[in-house]
């Protein structure tokens, strides 16, 4: 079963508030979504890199991608309203059965270890990487606590994850019908009653949200450098 891999980078950045949308900035002179498509060229497991973009970046991610010599990338195509908008186009046009959906925010997916949850979504279907939530955790309202929420089973989700393509168009009709909206892909299988499992994910695979991720961002590429 062929493996392609969907980088969504059609967000407009709205909490950073950059000029730029946050998957174009440069960090020590490389554009932030060329880190994690450096990793899937590299990647041998995987055969095929669709990029969703933004209309108007198109043109630049065409020469990220032609100067980076990314040879995997057999697409390159415009996203939707939302994340899961975009992640829609790029799974229609896909060859793989087995669809990697990673996040063009998300710099370092090299922390993980892709192969294995390529191999494992084989036999089991939906894969995602997760990470304890080590906070204490509010509901906060008005600048006031409304209610403490138990931890203890709580994670926080990151991408890549990694699903056999059939249960995404399953989890992809069933969202349309009943109008269903995730912030990411596994929820819309959630929604679908098809089974997710998890494994364990990185404080390294770090995901640009607002300016102060940026510096983290360069603290961890000077000290994981070697993951691209
Ligand atoms: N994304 C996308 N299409 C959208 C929205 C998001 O392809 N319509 C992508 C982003 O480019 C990013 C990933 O999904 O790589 C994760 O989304 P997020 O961190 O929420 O990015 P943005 O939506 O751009 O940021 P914000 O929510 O602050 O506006
Ligand atoms: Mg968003």
């Known amino acids: 079963m062929l493996v392609s ?30 880190f994690s498509l450096s990793y899937l060229e590299n990647a041998e497991i995987v055969d095929e890199i669709i990029i969703v973009t933004l209309l108007e970046w198109m043109d630049y991610v065409k020469k990220i991608v032609l100067n980076g010599k990314f040879g995997k990338v057999s697409e390159i195509i415009e996203g939707g309203e939302r994340r899961q908008d975009s992640f829609k186009t790029g799974l229609a046009i896909a060859k793989g059965g087995i669809i990697i959906d990673h996040d063009a925010a998300r710099p370092f997916p090299g922390v993980l270890n892709i192969d294995e949850m390529v191999e494992k979504c084989r036999e089991i ?39 056999r393509r059939e249960l995404c168009e399953r989890a992809y009709k069933m969202a349309e019908e009943d109008g269903f909206y995730g912030s990411d892909t596994a929820s819309l299988l959630e929604n679908s009653g098809i089974p997710v499992f998890t494994t364990r994910g990185s404080v390294f695979n770090i995901k640009i949200t607002t300016e102060d ?3 983290l961002v360069r603290a961890i590429n000077r000290r994981y450098s070697n993951h691209r």
């Open 5 to 34: 891999a969907i980088i969504v980078a059609a967000g407009k950045g709205e909490r950073i508030k950059t000029p730029v949308p946050k998957q174009f900035l440069d960090v020590d002179g490389i554009p932030i979504i060329s």
């Open 213 to 215: 991720d940026l510096v």
């Open 125 to 163: 279907g939906a894969i995602i990487p997760v990470i304890p939530v080590n906070d204490t955790v509010k509901y906060v309202g008005e600048g006031k606590v409304r209610k403490t929420i138990d931890r203890r089973g709580l994670f926080c989700v990151q991408t890549p994850q990694v699903f």
